[in-house]
């Protein structure tokens, strides 16, 4: 095992215990991982369609297909509360459809993450009917309903996303940048972790931006002055234009390291077709209709992937890593996915299975326990199952 890897180990000495609660004393036991402590994922915008029965048939067998590839994969799914497609009609929200989804995931042994509470894009039209103090109220209120509706199904929320630019984005009006430019960036993320919090007082809240920039750096030591409880610190690396580089990953993972913070690489993504040109400023500004995968770029992709999640595993903080998204065109139209739209695994997914199913997972072992049921596992941290005849019991290590 490469010393790299030390930190994501450990030992732990387990009472083997039956159905009867006494010890399993000098008897073989089979031990298996059955997840890895951090948690790796993927946005699983399309199980919302799927579990609730909204596909036509043809497309209903490639969704059951790509969805069962992923979860064979990935435990950990961010589903999607854009506020202006969540609740497009004011006091109309999906929550049914997504309540259902995320039991279903959790049902599956998945933990669930929601993505955003507050975001100045694809957010409510009809805030621009309210004044600036009702349109506050209005996001309040609304982060207060919806983490408290999906409390015990998802605990884990980007509460607020891509702040830095938030007071100053000025490519359409909205009613959140408009509530950021009064009450300025620490206030308004203040207000929204507070509500937050006092809805789910256990729930796991990020803070999200793609500006990777030392404004981020700052604004977090600001909001950690100012006390906002973060419990982890989101970031994007939507890498259209081609993957980040080692030292760039060095840079970005030394400038959030030192809050100490859990780090969460929010929305992960590389291209298998064409780049995009490095002249784009904005990725939104270049989404064509037609941007196919090629298999140089699927070998690209997979090359690439597979270094950037290995420098990612080695960073002590990094808690979690989410790919973005798992399907071709489910952003920007981009050939971005692990599988393509027909629901063939592109090597991309073939390298992250490697990784995540083999080399970073613990192999199954048979340990015989002592006199009193005693026995001493070591591994990679997570979550494991003891099996034995006439019994099973779960532990974790780490």
């Known amino acids: 095992m490469s010393s790299a890897y030390a930190h994501r180990m450990g030992s732990e000495a387990i009472q083997i215990t039956g159905p009867d609660g006494a010890p399993v004393a000098n008897r073989a036991v089979t ?10 994922g993927c946005a699983g915008f399309e199980t919302v369609q799927f579990v609730n029965g ?3 048939e043809e497309e209903k067998e490639r969704s059951e297909a790509r969805v069962e590839k992923m979860l064979d994969l990935f435990h950990f799914i961010t589903l999607p509360f854009y506020w202006g497609r969540f609740e497009p009609e004011r006091g109309s929200p999906d929550t049914e459809r997504l309540l259902k989804t995320a039991a279903w995931l959790r049902k599956k042994g998945c933990a669930v993450k929601g993505h955003p509470l507050c975001w100045h894009t694809v957010t409510a039209p009809w805030l621009l009917d309210l004044s600036d103090g009702e349109i506050l109220a209005a996001q309040l209120a609304r982060i207060k309903r ?3 509706a999906f409390d015990g199904l998802i605990d884990m929320w980007d509460v607020i996303n891509e702040v830095v630019i938030m007071p100053v984005f000025d490519r359409y009006d909205n009613g959140i940048t408009r509530i950021c430019k009064r009450e300025g960036r620490v206030e308004l993320v203040r207000k929204v972790f507070a509500e937050a919090k006092a809805a789910n007082p256990k729930a796991t809240l990020l803070i999200n931006d793609f500006d990777m920039s030392e404004d981020y750096g700052n604004l977090i030591e600001e909001l950690l002055a100012a006390g906002v409880p973060i419990s982890a610190i989101g970031l994007q690396s939507h890498m259209h234009q081609g993957c980040w580089s080692y030292e760039k990953t060095e840079e970005v993972l030394g400038r959030f390291e ?3 913070l859990p780090l969460h690489f929010t929305e992960v993504n590389l291209v298998s077709g064409e780049l995009m040109p490095p002249s784009i400023a904005d990725l939104n500004d270049f989404a064509p209709d037609d941007w196919p995968s090629t298999p140089e770029g699927e070998t690209r992709q997979a090359e690439e992937l597979e270094a950037f999640y290995k420098w990612l595993f080695r960073c002590p903080l990094v808690e979690a890593v989410t790919y973005w998204s798992f399907t071709d065109g489910g952003w920007l139209n981009a050939p971005a996915g692990l599988m393509t739209k027909d629901a063939r695994a592109k090597p991309a997914y073939d390298a992250l299975y ?3 199913k083999h080399e970073w997972h613990t192999p199954e072992m048979q340990v015989i326990t ?3 049921g005693y026995a001493e596992i070591r591994g990679f941290r997570g979550r494991y199952v003891a099996e034995f005849h006439g019994g099973r019991m779960e532990f974790s290590i780490g």
């Open 54 to 56: 909204e596909l036509k």
């Open 354 to 356: 490697q990784l995540i």
């Open 370 to 372: 002592d006199e009193y």
């Open 146 to 148: 919806d983490v408290a």
């Open 258 to 260: 030192r809050f100490g």
């Open 31 to 40: 031990v298996r991982q059955l997840r890895g402590e951090i948690l790796f």
